[in-house]
């Protein structure tokens, strides 16, 4: 009973060759390919190079400005996800160069943007009417739909991260964009405003939390820095993470963007984690010292201000020489507030 039907090849063949015309698909015949035992994906573990990176925008420099590049990027392309402007299936990754004397134009869009300062000695962005000067290893957000600008009134070049969520917003085609029309939007705040009214574990009376980014603009490296270095002392160390911090809006205690999960994390000379697989592919930013990554046994070592990418459930292990420090992103919100969000930490 319920056994009969055994039909020989040619005969399902043809049945699915005939029903394709009518936009049916047999899901008996894809299924083991779309509802897998594992995270399956063709995004592949890779490593950029920084100098590498910044001396080909360098290069561009030479035959385009900020302002009619309108921003002047070049995207860390996932090998495995050729053609598509990702650097996971969820994110995207790029490194901006603002030359001296140089604006990229006010605009705005639904994609939320993160920035990580690789090299600067003044330059700024402004985002809802407040700017920021930007230094090395500060984490600064652009949240969804606040017109942003970035300058560079010093005299040297500035480059920094961008991590966005362009494929989440692409994959649920809710993206608006528009240009302001002017090169920098009107400065409503005095700088330092967000961090004075936020970043102090303060929070003005009566405030209410009206949108799901954080009302932090920049988080300073200094202070992530020296919290970390504070803890260092006090053998906290997590023997899959070193010391690691997230970075969170201090209205709910949650993730400081609703799409990307940011965290800074400290590992100190001689440390080797244990092996780790987490459902969120992240990028990792190296900040200070260096080491190396083993993914799935293969080793990407990596200095200040190279980028490596993990793909989601590979087996990540770090190793470190000397004091490290690394910055890192994901989609980890995403997946957590979906209740997708799996780890697992190997070698019990
Ligand atoms: O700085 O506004 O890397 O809109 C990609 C899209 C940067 C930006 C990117 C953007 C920006």
């Not at 000379?269 to 990028?283: I, N, Q």
Request: proline share 7%; hydrophobic share 35%; glycine share 8%.
């Amino acid at each position: 009973m319920g056994s009969q039907p055994s039909a020989d090849t040619a005969t399902r063949d043809a049945f699915y060759q005939e029903i394709e015309p009518e936009n049916l698909r047999a899901l008996w015949s894809v299924m083991a390919g779309i509802i897998t035992p594992e995270p399956k994906s063709p995004c592949v573990a890779f490593k950029w190079t920084y100098e590498a990176v910044r001396a080909r925008l360098m290069e561009a420099a030479e035959f385009i400005t900020a302002k009619e590049a309108e921003r002047r990027v070049l995207i860390l392309e996932n090998p495995g996800l050729k053609g598509t402007s990702k650097v996971t299936t969820s994110l995207y990754c790029g490194v901006q160069l603002v030359m001296p004397g140089e604006v990229a134009p006010a605009h705005r869009h639904s994609q939320s943007a993160l920035r990580f300062v690789l090299e600067a000695k003044g330059g700024h962005t402004a985002v809802g009417g407040e700017k920021t000067e930007m230094h090395f290893g500060d984490f600064i957000i652009t949240p969804n739909w606040e017109w942003h600008d970035h300058g560079n009134t010093s005299d040297t070049p500035v480059l920094w991260l961008d991590g966005l969520d362009i494929p989440i917003v692409q994959f649920l085609d809710a993206s608006f964009a528009e240009a302001l029309g002017e090169d920098e939007q009107p400065l409503s705040k005095p700088e330092g405003d967000s961090l004075a009214r936020f970043g102090t574990n303060m929070l003005p009376v009566g405030f209410e939390k009206t949108t799901p980014t954080s009302p932090v603009f920049n988080y300073p490296y200094e202070r992530s820095r020296e919290a970390l270095e504070s803890l260092r002392a006090r053998d906290d160390w997590d023997p899959w993470h070193g010391l690691k911090m997230r970075y969170v809006n201090p209205l709910d205690g949650g993730w400081a963007m609703p799409t990307i999960g940011t965290c800074l994390q400290l590992l100190p000379k001689g440390f080797v984690t244990r092996p780790y697989r987490s459902t969120d592919a992240t990028v990792f930013v190296g900040v200070e010292g260096c080491g190396s990554i083993r993914i799935d046994g293969e080793s990407f070592t990596w200095a200040p201000r190279d980028v490596v990418v993990v793909p989601s459930w590979r087996e990540v292990v770090h190793e470190v020489a000397e004091d490290a420090v690394l910055f890192s992103y994901s989609d980890r919100p995403v997946q957590e507030k979906l209740g997708l969000w799996r780890e697992r930490r190997g070698n019990q």
